[in-house]
């Protein structure tokens, strides 16, 4: 982690992550999955339900805030979409993923249609609360998305885990899974480089802070 002055950025975040009921490890259906006592026909409602935030996760909220920054540093956000939505499909695009998890539980593409068309709030408020501090400045829009992949590695690996000892689940029913541990720790790490740059100030630290806050507020209610 980059060096970053008494009271700054990480030691502000990093205090707050500190926290058990900030981690979404601590919610109860994340809870439910990853102790095995999800039924596993429940286990395939949550894949529907939650396919509306892959399937509504676009260019804007993945990188609008690359007006804010300066020379090479879009390079991250260019890189990090890529890995998310821009990848050829069957070649370990995310949104196909989900779809090859939710389908192998018994999901159908009627089933996915249908929850993509009428979503959950709690689903489709969290990729719109994302874009929302991506349109506002370059330190909203990188703690936006370090709240939300500074914990995926942790999620998705006890996640990938659990399916595989609980359900039974093969690897490429777990791949969405493992893809996000691998691909998040390169993206959190080269976010947290951004934040220290970016959120030099008590002002755009306070901003950081909020955002951080809101987004990792919503992204537990979309793993509730």
């Known amino acids: 982690m980059p060096e970053n002055p008494p009271g700054g950025v990480y030691e502000i975040l990093g205090r707050d992550f500190l926290r058990p009921e900030n981690r979404y490890l601590s919610t109860p259906l994340i809870r439910l999955i990853t102790s095995g006592r999800l039924p596993k026909e429940a286990l395939k409602d949550y894949a529907i339900l939650r396919w509306p935030f892959q399937a509504r996760a676009d260019l804007p909220m993945m990188i609008t805030h690359v007006a804010f920054l300066q020379g090479d540093d879009a390079h991250h956000l260019l890189e990090n979409a890529f890995d998310e939505i821009l990848r050829p499909a069957g070649e370990g695009d995310h949104p196909g993923l989900w779809v090859q998890f939710a389908k192998r539980l018994g999901a159908t593409q009627e089933d996915l ?18 874009t929302y501090f991506c349109r506002r400045s370059a330190e909203e829009g990188l703690a936006s998305w370090y709240a939300d992949e500074e914990q995926l590695p942790e999620v998705h690996g006890a996640t990938a ?29 080269a976010n947290e480089v951004l934040l220290a740059h970016y959120c030099d100030t008590p002002e755009r630290i306070s901003r950081a802070r909020r955002a951080r806050s809101e987004e990792r507020r919503v992204g537990k209610e979309c793993r509730s």
Do not use: Q, W
């Open 161 to 189: 885990l659990a399916l595989r000892k609980y359900y039974g689940c093969d690897d490429e029913t777990i791949e969405y899974f493992v893809e996000h541990v691998r691909a998040d720790i390169g993206h959190s790490d």
């Open 113 to 130: 249609d249908e929850a993509a068309a009428n979503p959950l709030a709690e689903v489709a408020g969290f990729p719109l609360t994302m």
